[in-house]
């Protein structure tokens, strides 16, 4: 479908087009989930699972936060990659950033300043530091193929073919499962590199199927489209920082997370029903995770439809959290989908029912994130996460100096009290900006109507 004929579709927007735009990031994003089953499924079958899965997560978290630089590619490409002129721009930043995060992660795997930071950021012991690095020597690649396939995932989701994004995720899972099964048919998995091995393999081709679909699309944009202003690489760079700080930021609050629930009493149960109930919250959230991009593509043309769609869709998560926390659904699915049992059960579903604050306030705070986009105000999103972070950690500090009783349910309680002080400085945002400019629009109307009488 050529891009003209994309245009004449969004001109006569219903709820079947967003469904037809939001479904498919929704399964890709939720597919997501299954690239972690499958690796630490092959882990397991090691002869030493708890090491071998060890140094390859311990890996995967530095991986984590260089990642997130390379992730928020995707929506600045989305919100500015209209034509050729300014993809050329945006292709040129994604080459700096990806040099960039290549350079570091390079100077980790490959010279003492990996081992120091493994050691004394990470706290892992002596014997794991050496299996850490080189998993990490092969993770360093897979983030070249992430800033690839994010940039041609903004170019892809800004002209409605989303499905090449679920398309992309399902030969992705298909690629990893077949590595896998060779894997343990050598019986090779006794290392963490395995993991990283796989993840490599299915990154690399969600990025090929990604580069050819994106840049089909490419090829049909006109050289340059009357009154998009994007010619510069500094433009898309003002656009971008604040959404890498925002999430660089972010990064300090999980194990800000877990630190605290250490000094809790009973500090192993609460750190694992934290863990749990995260999981699944992650698992069903994550079907929302995309509706910013509904708000960046939809929302100027049909802003009433798409707050409507997302007041719709936002209870879906609340709804089976609600179900899982409240009903022998979820003991169901802790005892025999997760093998938690016990006291952990018990601590797993009081963790849970906090978390349903925050699956009530997210999607939300994706939507007026998605509204900072659109305006090109993304410098708010720093000063939001900021605040997140901040009154996350005091309400982990008060809840552990007062309650160290209450466990997994001082980290839930925490990260949704976090997201809804988040929440809460964008939308007072939003509302004292719409007020300025309603005030203003008055204000040039009064003068305008006295200039008249005047006359």
Not at 7 to 31: D, V
Not at 354 to 363: E, K, Q, R, S, T
Request: with cysteine.
């Amino acid at each position: 479908m050529g891009i003209p004929a994309e245009l004449e579709r969004q001109k006569s927007i219903g709820y079947s087009t967003l469904l037809r735009f939001f479904i498919p990031l929704s399964i890709s994003a939720s597919l997501v989930t299954i690239s972690h089953v499958i690796i630490n499924s092959t882990l397991a079958k090691a002869s030493n699972p708890a090491a071998v899965i060890a140094s390859y997560a311990i890996a995967m978290s530095l991986f984590g936060i260089l990642e997130r630089i390379a992730v928020m590619l995707r929506p600045t490409s989305a919100a500015l990659v209209k034509d050729k002129i300014s993809f050329r721009q945006m292709y040129m930043i994604t080459f700096y950033v990806l040099a960039a995060i290549f350079a570091v992660s390079t100077l980790v795997a490959f010279t003492p300043i990996g081992e120091w930071v493994f050691s004394s950021l990470f706290n892992v012991e002596a014997s794991v530091i050496g299996a850490t690095v080189d998993t990490y020597k092969v993770l360093l690649f897979v983030t070249i193929f992430s800033g690839t396939r994010c940039l041609f995932h903004g170019i892809i989701i800004s002209h409605f073919r989303t499905k090449w994004l679920t398309i992309g995720m399902v030969v992705r899972l298909l690629f990893m499962a077949g590595a896998a099964a060779i894997f343990i048919s050598q019986d090779m998995v006794d290392h963490g590199s395995i993991g990283a091995y796989i993840f490599l393999i299915g990154m690399a081709i969600e990025a090929l199927v990604s580069l050819l679909e994106g840049m089909h699309v490419v090829r049909q944009l006109p050289e340059k489209k009357q009154g998009h202003r994007i010619e510069k690489k500094r433009q898309i760079f003002k656009f971008y920082w604040p959404l890498m700080a925002a999430s660089l930021i972010a990064v300090i609050i999980g194990p800000a997370v877990n630190i605290v629930l250490g000094w809790s009493k009973e500090a192993e149960t609460a750190i694992a029903a934290y863990s749990i109930a995260l999981s699944i919250t992650h698992l069903f959230l994550s079907f929302t995770s995309y509706i910013h991009q509904v708000v960046l593509n939809f929302y100027k043309s049909s802003s009433k439809l798409v707050t409507r769609f997302v007041l719709l869709f936002s209870n879906l998560p609340v709804l089976v959290l609600l179900i899982m926390a409240y009903s022998p659904v979820g003991i169901w699915f802790l005892r025999t989908v997760m093998g938690v049992s016990g006291v952990l059960l018990d601590e797993s579903l009081t963790a849970l029912r906090f978390f349903i604050w925050l699956a009530i306030f997210f999607p939300w705070l994706d939507f007026v994130n998605g509204l900072l986009m659109v305006r090109g105000e993304t410098r708010i999103m720093s000063f939001s996460q900021a605040g997140n972070v901040a009154a996350t950690i005091s309400c982990l500090l008060l809840l552990i100096t007062f309650s160290p009783e209450k466990g997994g349910m001082i980290g839930a309680f925490s990260q949704s009290f976090g997201v809804m002080v988040e929440l809460s400085i964008v939308s007072l945002y939003l509302y004292a900006a719409s007020r300025r400019k309603r005030n203003t629009l008055t204000d040039r109307s009064h003068h305008l109507f006295t200039k008249r009488i005047d006359k």
